[in-house]
């Protein structure tokens, strides 16, 4: 069992980190898009999605840090949470041509 307290200012930090892409595909060509994630609660957010619109493929991740300290009886909590994230395994995004 878990003994010390939770700080959830060191899960993300504190403030917003945002990765953005952008990438233009050839015409007819289509992206296989994964499915987009929404995380949120006590110990931050993340949000993962992915478009295509036209030729345009658009990928953003955004995770937002929280300031708060919670009892060691948290724990699972926070492995919801981070399992919830880890959902976005997305390495690769298939292409497809006509």
Do not use: C, K, N
Request: net charge negative; aromatic share 10%; no cysteine.
């Amino acid at each position: 069992p878990r003994h010390y307290h939770i700080d959830a200012a060191q899960i993300f930090g504190i403030g917003t980190d945002v990765s953005e892409m952008r990438v233009q595909l050839p015409e007819g060509w289509r992206a296989r898009l994964p499915a987009s994630i929404h995380v949120s609660g006590d110990f931050g957010s993340y949000t993962a999605t992915y478009e295509q619109e036209g030729r345009e493929l658009h990928v953003v991740r955004r995770s937002a840090g929280v300031r708060g300290v919670y009892p060691p009886a948290r724990v699972d909590d926070l492995l919801t949470f981070l399992r919830a994230v880890a959902a976005d395994d997305v390495r690769y995004i298939v292409l497809e041509h006509p």
